[in-house]
């Protein structure tokens, strides 16, 4: 695999850069809640602006339809001063005469942070147009924002058509640490919860040949659940996944080394906790946790592994009497990691139950993506890759 990284540029000074991060943050009346995101992409900021470069610095925020002003990138620009401990200037708009004459003013080593793509629909449409907008006051394009690289957006795709294109250190960063998962130390072992069974049996299936096993949790296990005829109450089910589920069943046995809780903790109608068998869950019930024999299960096959890759949370975390499962799944994974094996975890709820546990420091990547993790090691072709890397 090659990649071409802004590293092999050699001459950046005097060069206008479209850089691409994802500051996709959470936003609370104006202000930043967390700024994970904002610090993981640094790296590629100080290394063009250190090379003498002029960085145009765009990015989404939200999903707006149109102009939204609490959507604002503004206040990103505001941190990102703070971070940088340098000036960032803001430009209300993304494209245009404006842009063109802000983008000339800039100095090396300067930074102009650009409004919201997505206020404008060409971003969405992967507009060609809009891309070459984008493009215009630029020399060279480098993508740094991995998270949306799954997304045929203008920004990550069309823009490629009429720049040099890059990628930034965070990118390169996140395609290294995934291939150590699609070629692992073994045991590798799997860890899926969260929802989505369109986007997580692809991935299952892909890493299924190279795993010792995948331990299922979270509301995608209710999905088998429900597959086998078992009551789910009142729990998430996703009522289009029988087709994506049934693969993972000979007959009626699901294939080894796909590993499903042996108990759920509920909340009953009561609203108490309680620890069941998946098949003794009442119509009234709702599965929101995984119980201590699957606790227990899970981390004899982690502690076992030499890779890990975890993505999703294994019931509703947020709520003190439902947290248990998650967070001591991510506190095995912690211990685990940072030498006696690698460990992976990725997606925005996964990582929010991570940090949970003090022990984020100890995993050897937390990646900024989710959908993008999944896609890329499910073996999708992503757009925003596209020229970037080559097989």
Same mark, same amino acid.
């Given at each position: 695999?090659?990649?071409?990284?802004?590293?092999?540029?050699?001459?950046?000074?005097?060069?206008?850069?479209?850089?691409?991060?994802?500051?996709?943050?959470?936003?609370?009346?104006?202000?930043? /809640?967390?700024?994970?995101?904002?610090?993981?992409?640094?790296?590629?900021? &100080?290394?063009?602006?250190? =090379?003498?470069?002029?960085?145009?610095?765009?990015?989404?925020?939200?999903?707006?339809?149109? =102009?939204?002003?609490?959507?604002?990138?503004?206040?990103?620009?505001?941190?990102?001063?703070?971070?940088?401990?340098?000036?960032?200037?803001?430009?209300?708009?993304?494209?245009?005469?404006?842009?063109?004459?802000?983008?000339?003013?800039?100095?090396?080593?300067?930074?102009?942070?650009?409004?919201?793509?997505?206020?404008?629909?060409?971003?969405?449409?992967?507009?060609?147009?809009?891309? /070459?907008?984008?493009?215009?006051?630029?020399?060279?394009?480098?993508?740094?924002?991995?998270?949306?690289?799954?997304?045929?957006?203008?920004?990550?795709?069309?823009?490629?058509?009429?720049?040099?294109?890059?990628?930034?250190?965070?990118?390169?960063?996140?395609?290294?640490?995934?291939?150590?998962?699609?070629?692992?130390?073994?045991?590798?072992?799997?860890?899926?919860?969260?929802?989505?069974?369109?986007?997580?049996?692809?991935?299952?299936?892909?890493?299924?040949?190279?795993?010792?096993?995948?331990?299922?949790?979270?509301?995608?296990?209710?999905?088998?659940?429900?597959?086998?005829?078992? &009551?789910?109450?009142?729990?998430?089910?996703?009522?289009?996944?029988?087709?994506?589920?049934?693969?993972?069943?000979?007959?009626?046995?699901?294939?080894?080394?796909?590993?499903?809780?042996?108990?759920?903790?509920?909340?009953?109608?009561?609203?108490?906790? =309680?620890?069941?068998?998946?098949?003794?869950?009442?119509?009234?019930?709702?599965?929101?946790?995984?119980?201590?024999?699957?606790?227990?299960?899970?981390?004899?096959?982690?502690?076992?592994?030499?890779?890990?890759?975890?993505?999703?949370?294994?019931?509703?975390?947020?709520?003190?009497?439902?947290?248990?499962?998650?967070?001591?799944?991510?506190?095995?994974?912690?211990?685990?990691?940072?030498? =006696?094996?690698?460990?992976?975890?990725?997606?925005?709820?996964?990582?929010?139950?991570?940090?949970?546990?003090?022990?984020?420091?100890?995993?050897?990547?937390?990646?900024?993506?989710?959908?993008?993790?999944?896609?890329?090691?499910?073996?999708? /072709?992503?757009?925003?890759?596209?020229?970037?890397?080559?097989?």
């Amino acid at each position: 695999m090659k990649i071409s990284s802004i590293r092999k540029f050699k001459k950046l000074d005097q060069q206008t850069v479209f850089l691409r991060v994802d500051f996709n943050v959470p936003l609370a009346a104006g202000k930043i /809640k967390e700024d994970y995101k904002i610090r993981a992409g640094l790296a590629s900021l &100080e290394f063009l602006l250190a =090379r003498g470069a002029r960085l145009l610095v765009a990015t989404h925020l939200g999903e707006p339809s149109g =102009r939204q002003p609490a959507l604002s990138t503004k206040p990103l620009a505001a941190r990102l001063k703070t971070l940088l401990k340098r000036p960032v200037k803001f430009s209300p708009e993304a494209i245009g005469p404006k842009v063109l004459a802000a983008a000339k003013k800039i100095k090396p080593g300067e930074v102009l942070m650009l409004e919201n793509l997505r206020f404008y629909p060409g971003e969405y449409a992967n507009d060609a147009v809009f891309a /070459k907008a984008l493009a215009a006051p630029a020399d060279i394009y480098v993508n740094d924002a991995f998270a949306v690289c799954h997304r045929a957006q203008a920004s990550v795709s069309a823009i490629k058509k009429y720049l040099p294109s890059y990628a930034g250190l965070l990118l390169e960063q996140e395609i290294g640490a995934l291939n150590k998962v699609l070629k692992p130390r073994k045991p590798l072992v799997v860890i899926m919860g969260g929802a989505k069974v369109a986007t997580k049996a692809p991935l299952i299936s892909k890493l299924y040949p190279a795993a010792s096993q995948i331990l299922i949790g979270g509301a995608l296990a209710n999905n088998f659940f429900s597959f086998q005829k078992w &009551e789910t109450g009142k729990s998430l089910v996703d009522k289009g996944s029988a087709a994506s589920i049934a693969k993972f069943y000979k007959g009626k046995k699901l294939v080894p080394k796909i590993i499903l809780p042996p108990d759920v903790v509920v909340k009953t109608a009561g609203g108490e906790a =309680r620890v069941k068998a998946p098949a003794a869950v009442k119509s009234t019930e709702k599965i929101l946790d995984i119980g201590p024999k699957t606790i227990s299960l899970y981390a004899d096959y982690i502690k076992k592994a030499q890779t890990l890759v975890w993505n999703g949370p294994f019931g509703k975390f947020e709520e003190n009497s439902f947290k248990h499962g998650t967070l001591a799944i991510a506190r095995l994974i912690a211990s685990r990691s940072s030498g =006696r094996a690698y460990g992976v975890v990725g997606g925005g709820e996964t990582v929010e139950a991570l940090k949970l546990t003090k022990m984020a420091e100890y995993v050897d990547w937390i990646s900024t993506a989710g959908g993008a993790m999944l896609s890329y090691l499910g073996g999708d /072709k992503l757009p925003g890759l596209k020229g970037i890397i080559k097989n």
